[in-house]
């Protein structure tokens, strides 16, 4: 099940980041996401109770960025991360969002090849982007989110995936 994330959230999104991410964000960060920052739109996905993933965005007029999405290693591969997407996407354009933009690492390619499968597509480099080990970060960017080719195409590959991971 995909819901908004809570304060009570953050404890478990917080593990899941420290598991993802070699610079996790902190307590706070996340504090002020969901407390302090009217323009963040952040959702949990849950299996049996528990929370398995996590994604967030900035929404702005025109156009939504993803902060971040991960999760729990044990329950990738199981179109989590791919079903947390698909709901932001859905979010982007209930907004009337024009497009999304991201960073994803360089050599994360598994996350490449997600963001690909739904029209996003390499649009520049940020140069030692992650500060970790100066690794640059693609900067990717989705069709407009308008278009009515763009809408029928989400909406094929979002039932297709709704009914095989069941949340």
Same mark, same amino acid.
């Given at each position: 099940?995909? $819901?908004?994330?809570? *304060?009570? &959230? !953050?404890?478990?999104? !917080?593990?899941?980041?420290?598991? @993802?991410? @070699?610079?996790?964000?902190?307590?706070?960060?996340?504090? /002020?996401?969901?407390? &302090? /920052?009217?323009?963040?739109?952040?959702?949990?996905?849950?299996?049996?109770?528990?929370?398995?993933?996590?994604?967030?965005?900035?929404?702005?007029?025109?156009?939504?960025?993803?902060?971040?999405?991960? %999760? +729990?290693?044990?329950?990738?591969?199981?179109?989590?991360?791919? #079903?947390?997407? %698909?709901?932001?996407?859905?979010? @982007?354009? $209930?907004?009337?969002?024009?497009?999304?933009?991201?960073?994803?690492? #360089? $050599?994360?390619?598994?996350?490449?090849?997600?963001? +690909?499968?739904?029209?996003? +597509?390499?649009?520049?480099?940020?140069?030692?982007?992650?500060? &970790? /080990?100066? =690794? /640059?970060?693609?900067? *990717?960017?989705?069709? &407009?989110?308008?278009? =009515?080719?763009?809408?029928?195409?989400?909406?094929? !590959?979002?039932?297709?995936?709704?009914?095989?991971?069941?949340?």
């Amino acid at each position: 099940m995909i $819901s908004l994330m809570k *304060m009570e &959230d !953050i404890k478990e999104a !917080i593990e899941i980041e420290r598991v @993802s991410y @070699s610079s996790p964000w902190s307590i706070g960060s996340f504090v /002020n996401e969901i407390v &302090d /920052n009217k323009s963040s739109h952040y959702l949990v996905a849950r299996l049996e109770g528990r929370i398995v993933g996590y994604s967030g965005m900035w929404l702005t007029p025109q156009e939504a960025h993803i902060t971040n999405l991960a %999760v +729990q290693p044990k329950f990738r591969r199981r179109g989590i991360g791919e #079903e947390l997407l %698909v709901n932001l996407i859905k979010t @982007s354009i $209930s907004k009337k969002i024009r497009w999304i933009t991201l960073e994803v690492r #360089e $050599s994360n390619l598994t996350a490449q090849k997600l963001y +690909q499968k739904y029209g996003f +597509q390499i649009v520049g480099v940020r140069k030692g982007y992650y500060l &970790d /080990n100066q =690794e /640059n970060a693609l900067i *990717m960017c989705s069709e &407009d989110l308008k278009t =009515e080719g763009f809408k029928m195409r989400q909406s094929g !590959i979002a039932n297709r995936q709704q009914t095989s991971t069941g949340l």
